[in-house]
């Protein structure tokens, strides 16, 4: 694989993009404060407004959202637990048994890139 970069600059092609994924993937955890945090932080304005430029969401309901941008970003409901902080919520969300919380919306567009509004929109329990 080629060597990843660390100098960056608009986001113009889907190869530009994948490169920034993927060290996006490298460093997510980057400790608050290092120069790979705040490389993090520029990358997610980078991929952010890149989404915004070249696709469209899908009409579809928050979960099923959720449920593709997993899907995009290669995560499991374990992933997203971690992020939130709960498993067997995350596994209700995901079923459509329990709606989402502020604090998932909040929680979910940072770590999914999906628009908030996006998320607020109303879909059926079952």
Do not use: C
């Not at 939130?84 to 770590?111: A, C, E, H, W």
């Amino acid at each position: 694989m080629e060597k990843l970069k660390t100098d960056w600059f608009l986001i113009e092609t889907e190869h530009d993009y994948d490169v920034a994924l993927a060290r996006y993937q490298e460093i997510k955890y980057a400790e608050r404060g290092s120069s790979e945090h705040k490389e993090k932080l520029l990358l997610v304005h980078l991929i952010s407004d890149y989404e915004e430029r070249t696709s469209e969401l899908p009409d579809v309901n928050p979960i099923e959202m959720i449920k593709i941008r997993m899907e995009d970003f290669g995560y499991k409901p374990v992933d997203l637990a971690k992020e939130y902080g709960d498993k067997g919520t995350i596994s209700k969300v995901l079923n459509y048994k329990q709606p989402l919380s502020l604090t998932m919306i909040r929680k979910f567009s940072k770590m999914l890139h999906i628009p908030a509004d996006a998320l607020i929109a109303e879909y059926q329990l079952k």
